[in-house]
């Protein structure tokens, strides 16, 4: 529960960063051939996986309250 909880907060964390570098950079950040552009769009990819799930905090809420997690991949 701990690295679900860890590695989630952490791809949020980072969706974050990104978003406020990415709006910093301005209208450069949105040619494919600017740094920014590509790892804006890594970030968004990884935040759509199964591991950046926001509901990963709700279950390790229930874990942590002692009640059956409602997720079946909460291992």
């Keep these: ?7 989630t907060f952490a791809i949020h964390q980072s969706l974050q960063v990104v978003d406020t ?11 494919a051939a600017n740094p920014f552009e590509r790892r804006f769009r890594d970030i968004h990819t990884i935040s759509q996986h199964l591991q950046g ?8 809420g229930q874990y942590l309250l002692g009640l ?8």
């Design 21 to 31: 570098a990415y709006h910093a950079a301005g209208s450069t950040a949105i040619f």
């Design 68 to 75: 059956a997690p409602d997720s079946l991949m909460w291992l």
């Design 53 to 60: 799930r926001s509901e990963h905090f709700e279950t390790v």
């Design 1 to 7: 529960m701990e690295i679900r909880l860890t590695s």
